[in-house]
């Protein structure tokens, strides 16, 4: 152990020279750190995403009341349409906020919170 300390301190060359001398508690950290990097921005990304969806869905919900008293006559205003419309965007943002709440808490547990 002490002879690799030595060869490792007098490594004075390019990243690729010393990349051979490091150990393995030295990969097996630089492998783990790649790992979080990567995960963490992925979750951060969906929650994101997430985020985005939930505005968009609420959108979508509020332009269905958006009536344009030329565009909708009486007659051919199909309610049934509208109601199942209406509660699939309904469900659809429910469904979506209790996966984003989720995907927050379990961030905060992985990731500390950060």
Known sequence: MEEETKLTKEVKGGAFEESLYRNNKQIRKDRAQAIVERAKLI????IEDLEVEILEKGRDQSNMLDFSPTDVLATSFDAKKFVIADIAL??????LEIKLEIAKKRFEYLFGGE
């Not at 309904?90 to 469904?95: G, L, P, R, T, Y």
């Open 43 to 46: 979750y951060r990304r969906e």
């Open 90 to 95: 309904a469900v659809s943002v429910k469904n």
